[in-house]
């Protein structure tokens, strides 16, 4: 078990079984976007769907970038969903959060389709390669 007084430790091995980087940048992508948005949720409704999803695609990308965190299982799904809506967000919401949501997600997105769950950390196997 996690000992209660390194919750560090704790942390970097919860890190180690999932994609973490890749969720983070997805998540944080959607964040980036979603502040970019210069109109009222008001104004919004008032304009209708087009306008509503300028919200409703950064939203779902913190979603699917929350979820690849949380449920790495399914991490092949929500990056495509994530690299999908990052991409419709060049549409949406202001060219994709000046580009650099739309970078983020995009990245964010590839490291966690690219994650392979059973894969030795690279330390140990450069560590054994100079051994051998």
Not at 101 to 120: K, N
Request: proline content about 5%.
């Amino acid at each position: 078990m996690t000992s209660p007084r390194n919750p560090r430790s704790a942390f970097r091995r919860w890190r180690a079984h999932r994609p973490f980087w890749g969720g983070l940048l997805l998540t944080l992508a959607g964040a980036e976007i979603l502040l970019t948005e210069k109109a009222s949720l008001k104004v919004v409704l008032h304009i209708g769907m087009q306008g509503l999803a300028g919200y409703l695609l950064p939203t779902l990308m913190v979603l699917c970038g929350l979820l690849i965190l949380f449920n790495p299982a399914q991490r092949l799904f929500y990056s495509l969903v994530g690299i999908l809506l990052s991409l419709g967000t060049w549409l949406t919401s202001n060219l994709g959060g000046f580009l650099v949501g739309l970078l983020l997600g995009a990245v964010g997105s590839c490291l966690a389709f690219g994650w392979l769950p059973d894969q030795e950390p690279r330390r140990r196997r450069l560590l054994r390669r100079s051994h051998a």
